[in-house]
């Protein structure tokens, strides 16, 4: 499990292809950036790739508060530019001055956010469900609720996600398409059962909201 830390001390961890030990100064770097709630582990399949291993050198991190990276926690809101300003510390660790960007929902806006920082670093932009500027009524309603019942116990104790917000998630990131037997896997690895992180990422979209909206939304939406 490779690690990187950046000049601001801040520890990020990262993963190469299986079957590579270690980045080809000869090739070009694409990074992969993840989705928000899954690790980088969810991108396994184009990080393995060995078709496109042969003309890139496939790079995936964990962006802040997601797997194994270790960036401190604090009850500020979600920063794009910060954590578009970190990953380009990353690449700055690792010795990369330019490469090609492949992101995933979060991951595209993050993605946006390095290319309009750092132009001349960006060789290419591929983005992925990347989230619409204006969110329709009935997505900001659906992310209103789901903040909510983010406060919530999950009622044995613990800091686990209540398990509605699992299957919301599930839903929302598949559908009924057959990876979302995957869904639990990936879960293991990512974000976890921590229900204070999934608080935090939920966060992202939206500012929190009154308890009505939970309560005219739960049983409906989630």
Known sequence: MPYIKTSDDLTFH?????FQASIDPQKPTMLLLHPRIFDLHVLDPQLNCERLSKGFNLLAVDH????LTKVPMDSDLYDFKRVAKDLL???DALKIAQFHL?????GAIL??????????????LLLCSTPPPQESPQNVQTYRAMREVCRDSAGDGTDSIPQEIVN???WIYFGSHKDAELFPIWLKTSVGNCRTQWFLLVDI??????QSVKSRIRGKVL
């Open 14 to 18: 990262y993963a190469l292809p299986s």
């Open 64 to 67: 802040h508060w997601h797997g």
């Open 89 to 91: 510390a990353v690449m």
């Open 102 to 106: 492949f992101g995933v929902q979060v």
């Open 111 to 124: 993605g946006l956010r390095m290319a309009t920082m750092a132009p001349n670093r960006i060789l290419s």
């Open 168 to 170: 919301a998630g599930k």
């Open 205 to 210: 979209i939206l500012p929190i909201e009154s």
